[in-house]
Structures are given as structure tokens and as C-alpha cells.
């Protein structure tokens, strides 16, 4: 995405513990349960017990869900951040925009997405909202911010769910790197319910600088999910190449594969450029794309945006299943068209504001379960 000024933000809010005892079982499309085994006297016994944490790919039923909060604290100029550092749709947000009211119906957009997952019976969580010291430590100049500020906007980049991994990201802009906080208590609370790996990419090597480009980084966008191959976008303006290692190390063990996708400068996250919407159709921006698709995907139905449409978060919808896709209402004549003539049921909301800010409805959801099984 290219960077854009947002016009309007001021202070005002717009607001491992591996156990080894569970064995992962796998099913026809997935693991969605898993085995608890116990000795007792010598007697090893197997129990079968429901897991509530798992994502076998992006468009498996979503059944439990984070939903982001609408909060931006920035202490910086827009205009002075590096290229790309802040990616915004083209247009941003008018000067004459009412801060009071767009938070209104920012909260709003989101509200709305709810009432939609509910609508399906998904499960749906909240991060809690900033406190005040995290508020505080978002400007203090020699702190993990910089100085630049505090955000509470998008749940999906600093954490992910691969499986019944819950991985908590690695930010490379500094604004965003209290962002797990208000969501670290629900992912504690999971790990610890479910019995599942709960892990953190190692922090960036910021000895050379706050905005050092060594990392790791490595951000949810970035991450697609296929089953047991994992696609993992690269720009360099979110997850590196240290970032997509550390995964490769951490998943390999697993049965996992990783494949890099080089994006285009200008994309800030894979999920700014490809959306799996069921097996074998996604859409896609191939100018997003450096190297063109992968190997894996390169046979897939495509529905093909612009570039600048992808820049506007058209790609950035939301499979609630491989039957459902959530998409903005600004492009319901051509998303949606193409979604509808295969048979897929699209629901539409306004996501203006949300899409002012660089993200749309994958980035302001994570999932926690995801599975057909």
C-alpha cells in the first residue's frame, strides 16, 4: 500500500508452554481435537478432548474469533514517517472530517462486523481497551515506540493462530509495538483452557536504532493459511526475512511448510494482495505481487482486482466459511459480482473509516478456531 497522510488523528482516541502431553490428531481437513494422555499405576490411557484453538486454513468455518478495538494514539507527523511506514487507501481521510463523529462511526463499522460473525454463530472476543500508562509509554521518546505513539486498531497482526499455535507477532513499525498488550490476556487464557503452545517471535535487534531493518519482524497480515503450508508475504515494510525463519524454524517440527511471497514495495501485508476464499478461488492483485503467485497456488480460480483497488483494502475481506466472504459495500459491483456468480454468499458492510487507517476485515479479526472437522 502506498503511504498515504491521515489528516484527522490527534490525541483524542480514536481509540511456551508446551505441554506433552497432547497429542495433535489428525482429521480429514485438519486437527481439530486432541488426545490427552495419562499413566496411571503403569496404565497409559487416551482421552479424546475437543480443541477449541485451531486454524486449519482461511476459509474453514470460523467458529471463535478477536475482534479489534478502534483506538489510535499518534504523537508524530504522518508525513515524516519512512515511505510506506503508514500505508493508507488513496484519498485518506478529509481535513473536514469531525474527529468526534468518524470515531463514531468507527466504532461503529465494527459493530456492524460483529453483528455479522455473530449472525453465523461465530464466537466473538474484544481486547480490552488501552490503559492510561500504555497510553503514556507510547510517547515516551527512548522507549519501544519512539516517541510515535500507540495503537489498539488491528487484532490481526500481533498475533496469529497457525494450527493450535498461538504466536504472538514482531512489529516493524514502532508505533504499533504495544499493540499484543490488550490482547495478551485472552491469549493466556486460551493457551492455558486449551493446553496449546502459546510462543513470541523473538524481539527486533534494535541496537542500531528504534526503526532498525534487522528484526525479526513478522506480522498476522503476512500470514496465509493452507493447511500445513503457511504463505508468508514480504515487502519490507512488515514481516522480513529474519521474521519468515524463525517461523520456518518454529513450524518445521510441526509438518509445516513456509513459502515466502515477495510483494511489490508498495503492499504493506500479503493480505493486502491475496484472499483465499474457498480451495481453488481467490482473490488476487498479481500487480501486488513481485514474483508473480506461487508454485501451490498458481492453478487457483482468480478473481483479479487493480492495484488500486488493493490499495483501497479491496482484497481484504473476510471468509466466515468456504460459502460466506465479508467484503466493504464500495465493491459490491465488482468483489461481489464475481463472488456471487460462483455461488458465494457475500455480506456487505461500510468499512470506510476502518480502511482510512490501512486495514479492512481480516485485519480486524483474528481467529482462534477455524475448522470444517
Known amino acids: 500500500m502506498k503511504k498515504k497522510s491521515l489528516k484527522w488523528v490527534g490525541s483524542t482516541a480514536l481509540s511456551l508452554v508446551l505441554v506433552a502431553s497432547i497429542l495433535p490428531v489428525a482429521g480429514a481437513t485438519g486437527v481439530s481435537k486432541v488426545n490427552r494422555v495419562t499413566e496411571v499405576n503403569g496404565t497409559v490411557t487416551t482421552k479424546s478432548e475437543k480443541n477449541n484453538v485451531y486454524v486449519e486454513s482461511e476459509f474453514a468455518t470460523l467458529k471463535r474469533v478477536v475482534l479489534t478495538q478502534s483506538e489510535a494514539f499518534m504523537h508524530f507527523n504522518f508525513d515524516d514517517l519512512p515511505e510506506g511506514d503508514m ?42 481497551l488501552l490503559n492510561e500508562k500504555e497510553k503514556q509509554l507510547g510517547a515516551v521518546k527512548d522507549g519501544i515506540t519512539g516517541g510515535e505513539g500507540v495503537t489498539n486498531f488491528f ?46 517471535v523473538p524481539q527486533p535487534d534494535v541496537s542500531k536504532g528504534i526503526n532498525s531493518a534487522a528484526g525479526p519482524y513478522l506480522e498476522g497480515g503476512d500470514i496465509l493459511v493452507y493447511g500445513k503450508t503457511v504463505f508468508v508475504g514480504n515487502s519490507g515494510l512488515a514481516s522480513n526475512k529474519a521474521g519468515i525463519d524463525w517461523l520456518r524454524n518454529y513450524l518445521t517440527p510441526s509438518g509445516y511448510k513456509v513459502v515466502e511471497v515477495k510483494l511489490e514495495p508498495g503492499t504493506l501485508h500479503l493480505d493486502c494482495a491475496i484472499s483465499f476464499v474457498r480451495d481453488g478461488l481467490m482473490i488476487v492483485s498479481m500487480d501486488s505481487l513481485a514474483n508473480g503467485l506461487p508454485e501451490e497456488l498458481k492453478n487457483w480460480d482468480k478473481i483479479e482486482v487493480s492495484y488500486k483497488d488493493a490499495q483501497d483494502l479491496a482484497v481484504n475481506g473476510l471468509p466466515i466459511s468456504s460459502e460466506v ?49
Open 155 to 200: 487484532v490481526r497482526d500481533p498475533f496469529f493462530t497457525i494450527g493450535n499455535h498461538l504466536i504472538e507477532g514482531s512489529f516493524k513499525s514502532a508505533y504499533r509495538r504495544l499493540e499484543v498488550l490488550p490482547v495478551r490476556s485472552i491469549l493466556d487464557k486460551e493457551a492455558a483452557q486449551n493446553n496449546v503452545p502459546h510462543v513470541a
Open 87 to 128: 500505508p493508507m487507501p488513496e484519498g485518506g481521510m478529509s481535513m473536514n472530517t469531525d474527529p468526534v463523529e468518524a470515531q463514531k462511526k468507527w466504532e461503529k463499522e465494527r459493530e456492524d462486523l460483529k453483528k455479522i460473525l455473530e449472525k453465523y454463530g461465530v464466537e466473538v472476543q474484544r481486547p480490552r
Open 325 to 373: 466472504y465479508v467484503t466493504d459495500i464500495a465493491f459490491k459491483n465488482t468483489i461481489g459480482k464475481e463472488l456471487e456468480k460462483r455461488g458465494i454468499k457475500v455480506e456487505y458492510v461500510d468499512y470506510e473509516i476502518s480502511r482510512s487507517f490501512g486495514g479492512a476485515f481480516r485485519c480486524s479479526t483474528q481467529p482462534l478456531l477455524r475448522t470444517d472437522s
